[in-house]
C-alpha cells in the first residue's frame, strides 16, 4: 500500500526520465498501481511552462507505446504531473521549490525525491533540500533515491555518504542498482532456495566454477566521457555483476525481510578476496573494442566504429579505458573456498546476453568416457530462462552418452512485463528498501574494484584489442584456474 506521496523528479527532462521514468510512472498509473492522491513534480534547468512540459510528457510516451495507450489513463496520468524550474543562477530556487510544495492541495505531504542528476549533485542537491526544510520527517515521510553511480571509489563514496548523513537517516536513502529490479535477478534467489534439489549441490563440493557475464552489442554511444572517465569495471562490474554474484552466492536469509537480505548479501561481499595486485595478470583481464561488424537490433549487421574512433569523434585523442574487463574472484567462507567465479562484462561483443553459469564438478567415476560436466544456466536477459545441461544415453546400441539442454523459460506469455525502474519506484513509494543498496554493500563493491582500477590506471597490465562483434578475446583465458575452463555463451 502507497501513501498518497508526491514524487520529485529532478533531471526530468534527461534520458532516463524520458525514456523509463516517465513511461514507467504512465503504466503503473495504467496499471492502477499508483495511489488517487499522488503528484509528479519534474525538476527541471529550463524555465518551461507546465502545458509545454505536458506537451513533452505527451511526446515521451507517443515515442515509447507506438500503438497508442489508454485517452482517460492519460488524463488521469496528465492532471498528476508539474513543472518547476530549478534555476541554477537562482539562490532562492530552493525556497520557491518549498513554496510550489507547500500547497498541500496539489502535492501530497509525503515526498520520494529521484535524483537522475550528474553524481556531482547528488549531495548538493540533498544539501539544499535540508537547508529549505523539504527532509524534515516529522509529520511526513521524506526519501531520497541515489542514482548510480554512488561514489567513483571507496574515499569519494564515503564522502558522499558523509555528506548525505548529515541531512539524512539511512532509511531515508535508497541507493539503487537497477539490476536489482529485475525480475529474473529478484529470481535467483527463489531459484536457489525453493528447489530443494539445488541447495545441496550449491558449494565447493560439486561446483567447479561460477560465470557471472554481462555482454552487451552496444557500444558507448553518445556517452563518451562518461564512459571514458569510469570504464567496464566500474560501469557495470562494481554494481550489477557483484550483486548478481552476492545473490548468486550468499547463505539464504533467515527471512524476506530487507535487513536480513541484506545483511547476508554484505556478508558474502564482504568474505570476496580482494585480487593480488602483485599477479594481476592471472586474475584481472581487460581489453578495447576495435572497428567491427554487430549484430544490430533487427538482425541485420551494420559497421561500427572502434572506441577511439568513438573518442576521437568526441575530440579525445588516447584512452586506456577498458570496454571489456574479466575478473577471477575467490570467496573466503566454508562454502565457495577455492572456487574460481569469473565475472566479465562487455560492449560490443557478438550477442547481448546476461546469465549466471555455474559448471559442476566431473562426476567422481566416469562410467562411460568423453562425458561432459553438468552445466545450470541462469539467464537473466534478453532470455530469462533456466537451462540445465545433463548427460544422457544416446538411443542405440553404443554405451555412450550426449549432452541434452532442459530449457525452461520463466516467463510465460501471460506474465505481466514490468521494467526494473517501475518496479523500484514502486518500492520506493511503499518505502520498501529491500532491492536498494545498502552503503555497506557500496563499499564492500569500491573495496573489490578499486585496487584493480588503481592498477590499470597504472598501465601496469596490457590493454588487449577485440574486434566489435566477436566473442572475448583469445587472450583472456590467461584468468582461468584450469586449462579446461573456457567461456560460455548463450548462442
Ligand atoms: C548501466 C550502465 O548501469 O547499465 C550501462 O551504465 C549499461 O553502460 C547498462 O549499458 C546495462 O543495463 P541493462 O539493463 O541494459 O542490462
Known amino acids: 500500500k502507497i501513501d498518497p506521496c508526491t514524487l520529485v523528479l ?8 524520458r525514456v523509463k521514468l516517465m ?10 498501481r499508483l495511489p488517487e492522491h499522488m503528484a509528479i513534480l519534474s525538476v527541471g534547468r529550463s524555465e518551461v511552462s507546465r502545458d509545454d512540459w505536458l506537451a513533452d510528457i505527451k511526446g515521451m510516451l507517443d515515442a515509447k507505446f507506438k500503438n497508442g495507450y489508454d485517452q482517460k489513463v492519460f488524463e488521469r496520468f496528465i492532471a498528476r504531473n508539474h513543472y518547476f524550474a530549478n534555476a541554477s543562477d537562482d539562490p532562492d530556487a530552493y525556497k520557491k521549490m518549498s513554496a510550489t510544495l507547500g500547497d498541500a492541495k496539489i502535492f501530497p505531504q509525503n515526498f520520494a525525491y529521484f535524483l537522475s542528476v550528474r553524481p556531482t549533485d547528488f549531495a548538493p542537491v540533498v544539501e539544499q533540500l535540508s537547508e529549505v526544510g523539504l527532509l524534515n520527517e516529522s509529520q ?5 533515491l541515489i542514482e548510480k553511480p554512488f561514489g567513483t571509489n571507496l574515499p ?5 555518504q558523509a555528506r548525505l548523513t548529515k541531512h539524512l537517516k539511512e532509511s531515508q536513502i535508497y541507493r539503487i542498482d537497477h539490476y536489482l529490479g529485475k525480475s529474473a535477478v529478484q529470481g535467483i534467489m527463489l ?5 530443494a534439489i ?14 557471472i557475464t554481462n555482454n552487451e552489442t552496444l557500444g558507448v554511444g553518445e556517452r563518451t566521457t562518461f564512459y571514458d572517465a569510469t570504464g567496464a569495471l566500474r560501469d557495470m562490474m562494481q554494481s550489477h555483476l557483484l550483486q548478481t554474484l552476492a545473490l548468486t552466492a550468499m547463505e539464504k536469509p533467515a527471512d524476506l525481510k530487507p535487513e536480513s537480505i541484506r545483511a547476508e548479501k554484505v556478508k558474502l561481499l564482504q568474505s570476496i578476496r580482494p585480487v593480488d595486485v602483485s599477479n594481476i595478470n592471472k586474475q584481472a583481464f581487460r581489453a578495447q573494442y576495435k572497428a567491427g561488424r554487430v549484430c544490430a537490433a533487427d538482425g541485420h549487421g551494420e559497421n561500427v566504429q572502434g572506441y577511439l574512433e568513438e573518442l576521437k569523434r568526441d575530440g579525445v585523442d588516447s584512452s586506456i579505458t577498458e570496454t ?37 564438478k566431473k562426476s567422481p567415476m566416469q562410467l562411460v568416457e568423453g562425458q561432459h560436466q553438468n552445466w545450470l544456466t541462469i539467464n537473466i536477459q534478453p532470455r530469462e530462462c533456466i537451462k540445465l545441461e ?23 506469455k501471460e506474465d505481466e512485463t514490468i521494467d526494473s525502474y517501475e518496479t523500484l519506484m514502486l518500492n520506493l513509494m511503499e518505502g520498501d528498501p529491500s532491492q536498494y543498496l545498502h552503503i555497506s554493500e557500496v563499499e564492500a563493491q569500491w573495496r573489490l574494484v578499486d585496487p584493480i582500477v588503481k592498477a590499470w590506471a597504472a598501465d601496469k597490465t596490457p590493454l588487449h584489442q577485440y574486434t566489435a562483434g566477436n566473442r572475448d578475446p583469445e587472450e583472456s583465458s590467461v584468468i582461468f584456474e584450469t586449462k579446461d575452463q573456457f567461456w560460455r555463451y548463450s548462442i
Open 23 to 32: 513511461p514507467g510512472l504512465f503504466r503503473l498509473d495504467a496499471a492502477g
Open 191 to 195: 531459484t536457489r532456495f525453493a528447489n
Open 390 to 412: 545433463i548427460e544422457s544415453k544416446i538411443p542405440g546400441l553404443d554405451i555412450a552418452t550426449r549432452t541434452l539442454s532442459i530449457d525452461a523459460p520463466q516467463r510465460q
Open 156 to 160: 569519494s563514496a564515503q564522502d558522499l
Open 324 to 360: 571489456y574487463a574479466a575478473v577471477k574472484l575467490f570467496i573466503d567462507n566454508p562454502r565457495w573456498q577455492g572456487v574460481p567465479f569469473y565475472v566479465r562484462t562487455a560492449k560490443r561483443m557478438h550477442e547481448g546476453n546476461t546469465a549466471i553459469s555455474i559448471r559442476f
Open 198 to 211: 539445488f541447495e545441496p549441490l550449491w558449494n565447493k563440493e560439486h561446483i567447479d566454477h561460477v560465470q
Open 10 to 17: 529532478f533531471g526530468a527532462s534527461g534520458n532516463l526520465s
Open 140 to 144: 511526513y515521510w521524506r526519501r531520497v
